[in-house]
């Protein structure tokens, strides 16, 4: 198996992007192609690597509009790296860069799987309970009912046959439990997902998705967006308010040297790094999303998801779950 | 200034809100009446109080649709104490209860502003730089752009007049800084907000509320309620996660004995008890929510907030402001 690595993607490109893609290599034993700069990854990698290099000269930026940058920067890492799966080359792509340009390039060169309205974003969240997935998280600022319906079963096929999940409860995050509670979006979208073959379980409140009591939880685009960067700015915030408190004084530094690895036990469990990355849902490839501050360890998970889901044949399940051939 | 108090509504009630009234009463001076169960509270006050009972045969709980309940339940505490402001006997209603009924209490009784379209519940949210302004934090789950712009109009005025701030800044909640990202809502507002006489920052993202880099963050609030249930929700797992990892082995116990005064400060930096309550925007006449799970310090300073906005003429402002005869 070869999986594309976009060495350019991400907070820590290319440096980081080597080094997992080197480890996945050692651990996993994956063919791998790193795409971008070939001078600065030969700097990187060791004189003796079987790690294939492909040469891409652009990078698309985060705040480079992506279906603008996709369309102009034709030699950009990301939409190399997609093409060798486009062309067969490679059986899936891993970046960790600009999702809006991961995802355009994914629907340009990969294209959207038959019957699905809309792709979407999956994120692995950080639970009581493990990870847990939350879908739309940023691919449809706009949702209809519809597109939600089509969420619920991408992120149940993708907790399946991806994370292991058997039977996948599903929820629809809502500002209130009860039947009828929401907007008009989410009070619309449970009655239709009240009648799909879903282990759908009802609304669900922002709570649960820390206590972790639903596997998918389904939402649109923009409030599932919200919930992640949210997420992150409080985690960030809290640490850094632990941090400065357990430094302000020599009595607490002295406690916080006794107390560290379990704070750093805390950390961890928010940790995006050690889920790797989420597949693009409904498009007609596999394309692994990795977060974009991922460390080396995060993009040897992703490359390994990247495995998993080829492996399981997930693009081939969503297909067949679409055509009601699969349950 | 008399303040009327439903004794029965929160999670703590009537204990810890008879607590409140009888710290806000010895501390602040208010004349204060107290409605709900006479027996119980006369249980929980002192026999020489000259806080006033008044009594309310019924309760309105968290989960009763508030419209309903409020029509239904006419001797209910937050009804008859919202009754008394109506009738001018008290200046302000302060209530830990149902927000929904509280809200509905106040639509019924006290009335919407002349011009506002729609009400909002606004929110001090905990960050960085201290407390910052939250709305719609729930009371419409389905908003339209004009809706968002007198939200923002209300939140400066309850930002300028309640919580003192200069000439505050106003952001736009969205899913990415710049002009026109976001979903058709936040798209349209933007263009509103751009040609309003406000200090308007432009967009800001969810990472900003926790940093507080923005003193009035404008929403739907579907949204603003998800950002409230997800804050609470993840401040109360990470305080979990770190006592549950302290106390794991002997020597975390240890060095956590040593830094819990700097814990301490942690969760007191993410107490809604410390702001007090937030007044609803744009009904006609004062009324403040406090937290659900409200202690004796909470009550008290929510009785403190409305006091304040008895005494800075909250609601003439709005009024004026509307007319476009202020700022």
Redo the contacts between chains.
Sequence with gaps: MRIAVDAMGGDNAPEEIVAGALLARNELGYDITLVGDEQRMRELLPSDTDIEIRHATEIIHM?EAPAVAVRRKKDASIVVATKLVKDGYAEAIVSAGSTGAQMTAALFDLGRIKGIKRPAISTLFP??KGPKVLLDS?AN??SKPENLVQFAHMGCIYAEKVLGMENPTVGL?N?GS?EGK???L?VETYQLLKNESLNFIGNV???????GNVDVMVC????G???L??????????M???KD??T??Y??K??????AP??R??KK??DYSEYGGAPLLGVDGVSIISHGSSDAKAIKNAIKAAGVCVNNGFVASTKSRLRGEDK
């Design positions: 705040d639970t009581a940023g600022a706009d995050l500002i009860e929401g907007n008009e989410t409140e922002p709570r649960d998705i820390t206590i649109d685009g923009f409030v967006n919200i919930v960067k949210l997420a992150e700015g409080l985690g960030t915030f809290l850094n308010a632990i408190q357990l302000s004084t009595r607490y002295i406690g916080a040297a006794m107390v379990g704070i036990n805390i469990l928010m």
